[in-house]
């Protein structure tokens, strides 16, 4: 009855294998059941992509490597083929935001001429390692309100990497108000498109209850936020000219009438090499 | 529908409890299966119950404890590795990503004591970090249970002395200084309560703050525990930090409660010897914090602790403590200037307390302490407050009990001082309690000097102060204190006479000074007390005669004539006739017939100018015949003069009666039952025949004013005195005279008019009896009684 069947599968399945990390990478073609495939050619491409959401289906090669795999001809079992591409270079690491997504693809054509091309797609995820920062300065800051709340706070550094810890401090210079609660904020900034099209999405990425009541002046309030729970990224700026991902360690005091005092302060994340 | 607060409460609690119930639940859950991250979870959000900010501080402590018991239960899964495989140290940092600060730090605190357990870190590392971690909390009620979870977990686990967590002796420091900075924590937050919320619910915050207090005051609790805190590191570390701590929160309800938490939970030994700094820090408190009380315990703890042992006094000496004891109460009351006087007075109690009980040696402290409240009662004026008076009752009364002997008191010179500064009422007050410490230990006062000072004591009671309103006494309060003066001048005592007489001058000067109200009361004593010396010396040797002799009986009836003479002003005739009647009586002991006669005059004229009331004629002539049959003293002419007198006052006394009765009592004058005693027979009969007729007079005019016969009891009291005399032998007394009487009287009483007495035929018919009796009885006064018939 089912006739139909794989008349509108494509001709042949293919796949691709990362043996390991460097060597053996390889892609083969089988033919669907034993028939054979001609075909005009078989490459493999590795994409750099950036995926904007809000132009639709629109997506910006930064990286586009092509290798030729095969000749026209016709397969007719399973077939391997070996590739590399050696020395290519990834600048950017794997992004998924709410706006953009940077991704890394290997795209392998099987040209037909009739019936269309055979396409088959494989994602991969490329972190780029950070050496610690040679210099690290702690953020340190006084902010306040006049004659109503005098604060100094101190983070430890200004740049962290994804398992890292903010250690720090709030200390109370002057308490007017009434403080019900202070949390620390971790805000991501995701600013895609540039000029009069950037958009901006900012998302609260983890809230900590750094204090519970109201201090009084001269209390100073610890800091230590293990950044490991949350779902964080390095910090990218300018990717491509077009995206950033920042971002910020806010502050935030809530009083008794909920009124909220904060404030912003940017800190670079990036990616240590774990085991280093 | 409106819900009053506690209704509210209740609702909330319920809720919580409910909260935490459900959540332990699940937790349980993930515990038996040993599912960390479900763990963690759940306790986080049973945990977030507490973070509730509408349940009081009571009923917040009900939610607590629920948790609290869940978290052991968190407790003893954390410390088996095998059930979670995470090692500790990861497990630690595990729980700190709780993004709520409360339940975060619970678990932290409830993994970071199976951390220090496990020895994986320093016990005082991760200490230090506990406590300092949780300043996050700054809501007093929900911090200072989250500090006393701290507390509480990490209490056997300190790197005390001995403990296995003591890793070298810096650790004991560090047991110290976390508890000092939780405690520290504990007390700001204690304080900061009082701030919060709206004016009008003060009381109540300060209701619930006194409920948490004692989380505090666990932490000093933990301190003392801690063996390797020595005198040395308590004297040089934790004291001072403690006491910073209490003096800077400058809050009334910590300061006091702290204080006397330390003085509570630390070593009697600690505070003798830090004495000077735990007192330093007494100015500096808040002017409204009870500092006396405070001071009152130390001293009450010291006491106490000085009495324990002997081998500690030497310790006291060495510290001198009451110097600076002394030297702290001075500068706190200097300090609080407004400190009401009561304060300072029971500050002195307190002290003069400590004193006696630990130096009851050294009188000159209890002076001292007497000057100091001396010189504070002299910067205001005249007490009026009464509890302050109290306090200076108590602060007088204190020696008094201690030493059991006014003669110590009387030794301090700043007693009667203190004494001037009472109002009049407590001054009497005060001078009470004086006499009764006299009375109940018996205590002799046994010199002039000591005597004096006493009345000086008790002068409140013993004249009329300035200005006393004198109506607004109390006539029944002013008897007891006059009574207790006279029953105080007994007490005055010497064997050696002439002191004695000096005692007796010295009292005489100072109740001269009475006024008539006082006088009745207190010449009788005083001149009881020198009748005393008088037969004293005369029970001595011939020899006092000799005129060089001050204390003459001779002198001392001198004395005696002038004091009684006071009386005549007041006046009171009839007590000075008694007095007179019984120094008469002493001279006749003596054998001054002069002194006697003389007394007797007096007694006489006194009769006759100053006793008009017939009742007390009566009593007085009674008294005078009673004390003039006695008296053996006087020769024929002296004596006859007396009873001459006596008889002639009998018979003019204004009711038949009376009359009667005196005169029967006159026959005793003839007749003194002595050996050498005036027997002269005929007299008597004399007398007993006035009476007679009297009691035939009485009985007519009864007749004819009332219509009925008179008493006829007068005759059967006349038929007694027959029969006494018939006894003794006195011949003019017959038998038939006798036998007469007995049938006039029962014709008397058989008579129609005679109204019926039972009393007299009762007195009758035993008399009657007694005459069978003797008649019975037989022998010589059988016979004598023989011729009677009845």
């Not at chain 1, 403080?179 to 901006?200: P, Q, W, Y």
């Not at chain 2, 009364?397 to 030794?411: G, R």
């Not at chain 2, 005129?547 to 009836?557: D, G, L, Q, S, Y």
């Not at chain 2, 009969?685 to 009691?695: G, H, Q, S, T």
Request: net charge negative.
């Amino acid at each position: 009855m089912n006739y139909l069947i794989g008349a509108f599968k494509p001709a042949c399945n293919i796949s691709i294998t990362f043996a390991d990390g460097k060597n053996r990478k390889q892609i083969s073609i089988e033919p669907v059941l034993g028939k054979k495939v001609e075909h005009n050619g078989v490459k493999i491409e590795l994409l750099g992509q950036i995926e904007m959401y809000f132009d639709r289906g629109n997506f910006y090669d930064f990286t586009s490597l092509v290798r030729e795999l095969d000749v026209p001809g016709e397969i007719y079992e399973r077939k391997t083929y070996p590739f590399e591409f050696s020395t290519v270079e990834m600048p950017y690491e794997t992004y998924n935001g709410v706006n953009v997504r940077l991704r890394y693809v290997l795209k392998v054509t099987v040209s037909r001429g009739y019936g269309g091309s055979v396409v088959e797609y494989q994602d991969f995820v490329v972190r780029n390692y950070t050496p610690p920062p040679s210099i690290n300065n702690s953020i340190k800051m006084e902010v306040g309100i006049e004659d109503c709340l005098h604060i100094e706070f101190e983070y430890n550094k200004s740049k962290y990497h994804l398992k890292d810890v903010i250690i720090g401090k709030i200390y109370f210079l002057l308490v007017r108000i009434k403080i019900k609660n202070m949390d620390l904020e971790i805000r991501r900034r995701e600013s895609t498109g540039s000029g009069a099209n950037t958009h901006v999405e900012t998302e609260t990425l983890a809230k900590f209850e750094l204090m519970d009541g109201a201090p009084v002046r001269g209390e100073s309030i610890p800091i230590r936020l293990f950044l490991s729970p949350y779902e964080l990224t390095p910090t990218h700026r300018n990717i491509n000219n077009k995206f950033s991902v920042k971002y910020y360690l806010n502050l935030v005091l809530v009083d008794e009438e909920d009124r909220r005092y904060f404030k912003q302060q940017e800190i670079t994340i990036y990616r240590l090499q774990e085991n280093s | 529908m409106m819900l009053s607060g506690d209704e509210d409460e209740e609702k909330w609690l319920a809720e919580g409890i409910a909260g935490v119930q459900h959540n332990a639940f699940y937790m349980h859950r993930a515990l038996d299966s040993n599912n960390l991250r479900e763990a963690l979870k759940y306790s986080a959000q049973m945990l977030s119950e507490l973070r509730t900010s509408k349940l009081s501080p009571h009923k917040y402590y009900e939610l607590y404890m629920r948790a609290f018991d869940e978290l052991r239960k968190l407790e003893m899964f954390f410390k088996d590795e095998s059930r979670h495989g995470v090692l500790i140290i990861d497990l630690y940092e595990l729980v700190q990503h709780a993004g709520n600060i409360l339940p975060r730090l619970y678990l932290l605190c409830t993994v970071g004591s199976v951390y220090i357990k496990s020895k994986e870190a320093p016990a005082k590392e991760v200490l230090k970090d506990l406590v300092e971690m949780c300043r996050g909390v700054q809501h007093p009620i929900r911090g200072l249970f989250l500090r006393s979870y701290l507390a509480q977990v990490s209490r056997d686990k300190l790197p005390d002395i001995g403990s296995e967590y003591e890793r070298d002796a810096e650790t004991v420091m560090d047991a110290v200084e976390f508890v000092l900075q939780n405690f520290t924590e504990m007390n700001k937050l204690w304080v900061r309560m009082q701030h919060q919320g709206p004016g009008r619910v003060r009381e109540k915050r300060e209701k619930e703050r006194n409920e948490l207090r004692d989380l505090v005051g666990k932490n000093l609790h933990v301190l003392s525990q801690i063996e390797g805190v020595d005198l040395e590191m308590y004297k040089e570390n934790v004291l001072p930090r403690v006491l910073e701590q209490v003096v800077n929160c400058k809050d009334e309800l910590a300061q006091y409660y702290l204080m006397d938490c330390i003085i509570q939970v630390f070593p009697d030994e600690y505070h003798l010897q830090t004495l000077e700094t735990l007192l330093g820090a007494c100015p500096q408190l808040q002017p409204t914090v009870d500092i006396k009380t405070v001071l009152s315990r130390l001293m009450d703890r010291l006491s106490n602790y000085a009495v324990s042992s002997a081998d500690v006094l030497p310790e006291f000496l060495q510290v001198e403590a009451f110097a600076k004891l002394s030297n702290a109460i001075g500068k706190v009351i200097d300090a609080q200037v407004d400190m009401p006087i009561v304060g300072a007075i029971s500050l002195y109690v307190s002290l003069l307390t400590f004193t006696l009980r630990v130096h009851p040696d050294r009188l000159d402290y209890v002076d001292q302490v007497l000057g100091a409240c001396v010189k504070k009662l002299s910067s205001a004026p005249k007490l009026e407050d009464s509890r302050a008076t109290k306090q200076v009752v108590a602060l007088l009364s204190a020696p008094l009990d201690k030493y059991n002997d006014i003669v110590t008191a009387l030794t301090l010179s700043n007693y009667p001082r203190v004494m001037d500064h009472l109002d009049d009422g407590t001054n009497k007050v005060m001078a009470m309690v004086i006499i009764q410490s006299i009375m109940k230990n018996s205590t002799c006062i046994s010199t002039a000097e000591k005597v004096e000072v006493l009345f000086e004591l008790i002068k409140g009671l013993i004249k009329d102060l300035d200005g006393a309103a004198q109506d607004e006494l109390d006539e029944e309060d002013f008897k007891e204190e006059q009574n207790s003066v006279a029953r105080l001048i007994h007490m005055l005592y010497n064997d050696d006479s002439e002191e004695m007489l000096k005692i007796i001058c010295t009292v005489r000067k100072h109740i001269m000074t009475g006024g008539p109200k006082r006088l009745p009361f207190t010449v009788p004593p005083l001149v009881f007390s020198a009748l005393r010396l008088v037969r004293q010396l005369q029970n001595q040797d011939g020899d006092v005669a000799g005129e060089e002799e001050p204390a003459t009986p001779k002198k001392i009836f001198q004395l005696l004539n002038q004091t009684i003479e006071t009386l005549l002003s007041v006046p009171s005739p009839e007590m000075a006739l008694r007095l007179y009647l019984q120094c008469a009586e002493a001279a006749n002991d003596c054998d001054l017939e002069p002194v006697a006669y003389e007394f007797f005059t007096q007694a006489f004229m006194l009769y006759e100018e100053e006793i008009a009331d017939s009742k007390a004629q009566v009593t007085a002539i009674h008294l005078i015949i009673g004390t003039l049959q006695r008296i053996s003293v006087f020769g024929v002419e002296n004596r006859d003069t007396l009873t001459h007198k006596a008889t002639g006052y009998s018979a003019r006394l204004l009711k038949k009666p009376d009359q009667c009765r005196a005169v029967y009592a006159c026959s005793h004058l003839f007749w003194v039952d002595d050996q050498d005693g005036i027997k002269d027979g005929e007299r008597v009969l004399l007398c007993l025949k006035r009476a007679l007729r009297i009691a035939n007079a009485a009985q007519q005019m009864a007749n004819v004013a009332r219509g009925s016969s008179g008493p006829v009891v007068l005759f059967v009291e006349i038929l007694n005195k027959y029969l006494y005399f018939f006894e003794k032998g006195n011949t003019q007394i017959t038998a038939s005279a006798i036998q007469s009487l007995i049938e006039l009287i029962t014709s008397e009483m058989q008579s129609e008019s005679t109204t019926l007495d039972p009393a007299a035929n009762a007195f009758f018919a035993s008399t009657k009896r007694y005459i069978e009796f003797q008649k019975k009885k037989g022998g010589a006064m059988g016979e004598k009684y023989d011729p009677i018939n009845v």
